[in-house]
């Protein structure tokens, strides 16, 4: 079974671009939650999506972004790239088939974005 | 006070010894404690998921919660250089998705 894929693994943007990442869960998985990972803030929830709804947003500003397709895949956009957003992006996905807290959440391999 | 905390590392422990983890949380209504492991440059994978108060082993890793200090605990026994790793502790509540992270511990194992 494959694993939770992200694309693509390495990006490099100059501020003011934007970028946008995709991630396609484990088959059969409806839940995907998106987290960023820096050195200074460590692993922070960005959103969940589930059935092309978000049901959870984490602290970030609106420039931050995502969507869930019919099939579960997801994309995440970053529009007015700053250089703070420089960071290792993780995708995570679980199945949340009413398993509420005991849901497992698996990530995939990430995108590190690089902001210049 | 951070939601999730982990005791200070670097943890260094010789190899065949017993290396301990610790996590305190601060929202008393989590649910669910689980503990990642990320190696250097990849994604965190997990090594043990727990829900109720207690013990629960798997293999050389026991996991223990104890609720009601909202805290819970990794052990490591016959530690293994393959071991060495950032260990995160996540906690997660009712809110669908949202786990949150301890800011991990570097755990170096030595021959």
């Known amino acids: 079974k494959a694993g939770v894929t992200q694309t693509p693994r390495y990006l490099i943007k100059t501020r003011g671009q934007q970028v946008t990442l995709s991630c396609s869960p484990i088959?059969?998985?409806?839940?995907v939650s998106w987290y960023q990972q820096t050195p200074g803030q460590g692993l922070q929830f960005l959103f969940e999506?589930?059935?092309?709804?978000?049901?959870n947003k984490g602290n970030f500003p609106g420039r931050f972004s995502g969507r869930q397709f019919s099939n579960s895949r997801s994309e995440m956009n970053v529009s007015t790239l700053e250089l703070g957003d420089s960071a290792l992006y993780l995708c995570a996905s679980s199945m949340s088939l009413g398993q509420g807290p005991r849901d497992i959440q698996y990530f995939g391999a990430g995108t590190r974005l690089s902001v210049l | 006070q951070k939601e999730v905390e982990q005791n200070s590392g670097p943890l260094s422990v010789p190899e065949g010894a017993i290396a301990s983890l610790n996590c305190t949380y601060s929202?008393?209504?989590?649910?669910?404690f689980f503990w990642y492991r990320q190696y250097s440059g990849k994604s965190p994978e997990l090594i043990m998921s727990?829900?109720?108060?207690g013990d629960k082993e798997d293999g050389r890793f026991t996991a223990q919660l104890n609720k009601a200090s909202q805290y819970v605990s990794l052990l490591i026994r016959d530690s293994q250089p393959s071991d060495s790793a950032t260990y995160l502790c996540a906690v997660k509540g009712t809110s669908y998705g949202k786990l949150t992270f301890g800011q991990g511990t570097i755990l170096t194992v030595h021959p």
């Open positions: 727990i829900y109720s108060n």
């Open positions: 999506y589930f059935s092309e709804t978000q049901r």
């Open positions: 088959s059969g998985h409806r839940s």
């Open positions: 929202d008393r209504g989590s649910q669910s």
